[in-house]
């Protein structure tokens, strides 16, 4: 929102001129669903970056497209960046290819695009898809499936058949092997250099090993959908090697002044208008909203929720216009944990003041296969017309225990907190006679491991000399769109 055997060896690449491949004809049914679609998963995914970024990338997809065997790939294959924190690109079955700003900001030049993009259009090619969904074992848990998937999940949006379908696009390591061998086979037809595959995989490898360092400062947590992917050192060393048997290594298409150029200014992390973390504190500036998640919780920022979890339980925090009372909500809102498909007792919530907000708290047992659940809800009343609340999902007994801290927590900031909350951007700096990488690294605009950021940013070794006129690139603060 399993598993087949399609392992292609590196040695099967060959570069098929596109008129000696079959043509791939995609099912009228799954462009349909593709289109219909398309609109709530990017907004459920914060939103597509358009202008010449946009442009730049869907010129880069349309090059390597026309080599893959799909029909008339100029008007049946579409490239959306959107607009997300988190670094992934996937497809949907009927020819929509997504990319996020992260991931582009990992990327070096363009051949790294290029692969990117060329991978994504191999699953379509390859009806991956349908194949993971023959092979996909259903095992329904009934109303509280539904809950555990609210939550946990997409959570509740009027999405859901969307996300259900993007979910699906878990694909196995034998179909990732056979993408990569695509993506390499349309990317080097395309004219461009094979290193852009391996490069991009390194790219990846390092971020998530750095991620595994950082993350317990950070309190981020990696959405679901963000992992349809299985990354391996082996996958990258298996690219290096396809892309050495081409012959063609070094010798293609980078053009990594124009990429670098293109990304200047893109953001990295998260979008202000969405809601910033930092640390185990969720700020929202437009709406001046803020809270913190208690110790050793991580978050997950989402279009429409924040999602937090950690050893003791579940929870979201969403909300907005509501013209109802308190307890209205909170009933609302356990009927859309459970999409309106069980009924179970809901106790008077217990009314209170936090932090100058009137609010209410209840938790309703939940009686499920697996044992007891408690579903709790606190909701505020923010203003006349605004309601948010924190749906929470505990072991049976716990209640709101582990929530206390963050349920205390939700305050109004300041203007001038608002204003001080700047996105992060990258930015492409040349390097001078004298710049290393911890005088250039101490610029990031980070907290803590700036170092190992700027290292991982730039594929460099902390024993890197820096090549003055070489370009590097810098996570700086910069100033948010109008």
Known sequence: MRRTVLLLAAAALAITPAAAQRLRYLSPQDVAEAQRDHPELVRELG???????????????????????????????????????VENAFSVPGGYIYITRQLMGLMDDESQLAFALGHEVGHVA???????????????????????????????????????????????????????????????????????AA????????????????????????????????????????????????????????????FLSEIEGIYVDDDPAQGVIEGATFTHPDLRIQFSVPQGYLMSNGTDAVTVSGSAGKAQFRGGQYS????????????????????????????????????????????????????????????ARRVYYFIMLTPGGYGVAPFVSMINSLRRISPAEAAAIRPRIIHVETV??????????????????????FLSLNGLAANSTLVPGRKVKLVVFGTRRS
């Open 324 to 383: 109802g009372t308190l307890d209205n909500a909170i009933l609302l809102a356990l009927r859309q944990l459970t999409r309106g498909q069980a009924n179970f007792p809901v106790p008077q919530p217990q009314h209170v003041t936090i932090n100058g907000m009137p609010a209410a708290v209840t938790t309703a047992r939940v009686n499920t296969d697996s044992g007891p659940i408690d579903a709790s809800v606190a909701a505020y009343q923010w203003d």
């Open 126 to 196: 390859a009806n991956h898809a349908h194949i993971r969904e023959q092979y996909a074992q259903r095992n329904p848990l009934g109303v509280f499936g539904s809950i555990i998937g609210a939550i946990f999940g997409s959570g509740i949006t009027d999405v859901l058949t969307a996300r259900a379908r993007l979910d699906m696009l878990s694909f196995s390591r034998d179909q990732e092997y056979e993408a990569d061998t695509l993506g390499l086979r349309y990317m080097v037809a395309a004219g461009y250099d094979p290193a852009g």
């Open 432 to 453: 001078r006679a004298g710049d290393t990488v911890q005088s250039l690294s101490s610029r990031m605009a980070y907290r803590d491991f700036r170092l190992e950021r």
């Open 47 to 85: 939103g597509a970056e358009t202008g010449a970024r946009a442009a730049y990338v869907e010129s880069v997809g349309r090059r390597v497209g026309a080599f893959s065997g799909v029909a008339s790939p100029g008007q049946t294959l579409h490239f959306t960046t959107l607009n997300s924190a």
């Open 199 to 258: 490069g991009i995989l390194g790219a990846l490898s390092r971020q998530s090993a750095l991620q595994a360092r950082v993350q317990g400062r950070t309190n981020r947590q990696t959405p679901e959908w963000a992992s349809t992917h299985p990354l391996s050192e082996n996958r990258m060393q298996r690219a290096l090697a396809a892309a050495q048997q081409t012959g063609r290594l070094g010798a293609g298409v980078r053009n990594r002044d124009t």
